[in-house]
Every structure is written in structure tokens, then in C-alpha cells.
């Protein structure tokens, strides 16, 4: 099992928005920065969110990452069928002294 | 651009050591840290080490420990990662990272190498 809590899925219809959590402790999101990246079959992820919020050149606006204490969200607005994928939370664990990943999850458009 | 370019497919028996490079391209290799992620079949992602950017300083994840070793040439701007004492759970995609920043290391990996498959069998 992952140190960071994911659900397996969401989905939601085009246009919509979703919302994917990302559960930890002290250790890791609550002292640390959250990154989430993106997955698609057969491909290397891509980094989508970085520093809790910030978004690399080139991803679009309609994706947004939020933490408060010990937990992290990645919000997809206006969904579209191209922004079918896995989506993985990661970040630093002080504990472990390691990174650690969220199990990832599936969004169905 | 910024490029990392993996070594291809490997297969090895169990018990065997593997060792997968990673070239870099389009940036100052000897300021970046660079890690490694590997992804079983159907799983999620799952870090394993990192490696400083001068090359004298490892940090492996507890369940590799012993197993691991991250090696970096500045000459040929690749790091290696070799893997012993294999068994079939090894069997994954593994990739190599860059972060995003230079000189100071990061949770975000914003560069990504294509994978190498490390099939693990009898």
C-alpha cells in the first residue's frame, strides 16, 4: 500500500469538474510540497502541479492544485475526453527520507 | 531540449543484476539531482533512490537498500542504476527523473526519461 491515500477512480461527465484527493501525514504533505502528474497508457508521466499549486509551462489553467494541512487536491475543470489518464500525488517524506507516491487515480471523462 | 534517453529492454534471470543508463541532453547535467521510479505492470509509481548532482551523495528508498547503487559520469552526462540479487517482483518500467530546479533538490519531476522494461524470469 501507498504512504499517500488516493481513490481509485473518479469520472465525471465532459465539461465537468473533478476533484482528486491525496491523504498524508505530518511527515510528508504536511511539511513538504505536493507535485501531481499525469499518466497515460504506455507513456512516462508528465508533471502537471508542483509546489502545492504551480503549473508548469504549457498545462493549461483548467488543472489546479490546492493543500491544507496534511492533504493535497488536484482539480480538473471542463473536463474533456483527452484528460482520460492516472493521476499520481507525490512528494518528500522526512520520516523515510525518501519520495513517496499517492497509488494513483483513474479518471473516466 | 531537454532530453533523457534511457538503454533499452533488459531480461534477466533471477538473482541476476541489472544495470539501466540514462543520458542526458540540453541542459548542465552537474547541476541537477536526478531520480529514479520504477512502475510494475498495472501499478502505481513507486520512488527508489536519488542521486546529488555532484555524484557523491545517494539516498536509496528503505526496500532497495543494499540492492541499489546510483551511479553518475559527468564525462559521458549519464547516471546508472544497477539492481542486484533480482527476483520477479523487480519486474517493472523503470524511469529516471530530472526536478525542476537546479542546484537544490525537489519532489517534482519535470523531465522524464522514456523507460526501460526490466523483465525479470526464469
Redesign the interface.
Known amino acids: 500500500q501507498s504512504v499517500l491515500t488516493q481513490p481509485p477512480s473518479v469520472s465525471a461527465a465532459p465539461g465537468q469538474k473533478v476533484t482528486i484527493s491525496c491523504s498524508g501525514s505530518s511527515s510528508n504533505i504536511g511539511n513538504n510540497y505536493v507535485s501531481w502528474y499525469q499518466q497515460f497508457p504506455g507513456a512516462a508521466p508528465q508533471l502537471l502541479i508542483f509546489e502545492n499549486g504551480k503549473r508548469p509551462s504549457g498545462i493549461p489553467d483548467r488543472f489546479s492544485g490546492s493543500k491544507s494541512g496534511t492533504s493535497a487536491t488536484l482539480a480538473i475543470t471542463g473536463l474533456q475526453t483527452g484528460d482520460e489518464a492516472d493521476y499520481y500525488c507525490g512528494t518528500w517524506d522526512n520520516s523515510l527520507t525518501g519520495g513517496v507516491f499517492g497509488g494513483g487515480t483513474k479518471v473516466t471523462v | 531540449q531537454v532530453h533523457l534517453v534511457q538503454s533499452g529492454a533488459e531480461v534477466k534471470k533471477p538473482g541476476a543484476s541489472v544495470r539501466v543508463s540514462c543520458e542526458a541532453s540540453g541542459f548542465i547535467f552537474n547541476t541537477y539531482y536526478l531520480?529514479w521510479?520504477r512502475q510494475a505492470p498495472g501499478q502505481?509509481?513507486?520512488?527508489m533512490?536519488?542521486i546529488n548532482p555532484e555524484g557523491d551523495t545517494t539516498?536509496?528508498?528503505?526496500k532497495f537498500q543494499g540492492r541499489l547503487t546510483l551511479t553518475r559520469d559527468s564525462s559521458t552526462s549519464t547516471v546508472s542504476m544497477e539492481l542486484s540479487s533480482l527476483r520477479s517482483e523487480d519486474t517493472a518500467m523503470y524511469?529516471c527523473a530530472r526536478v525542476?530546479t537546479a542546484v537544490v533538490d525537489?519532489?517534482?519531476?519535470?523531465i522524464?526519461?522514456?523507460?526501460t522494461m526490466v523483465s525479470v524470469s526464469s
Open positions: 531520480h521510479v502505481g509509481l513507486e520512488w533512490g536519488r539516498n536509496y528508498a528503505q524511469y525542476n525537489s519532489d517534482a519531476f519535470n522524464w526519461g522514456q523507460g
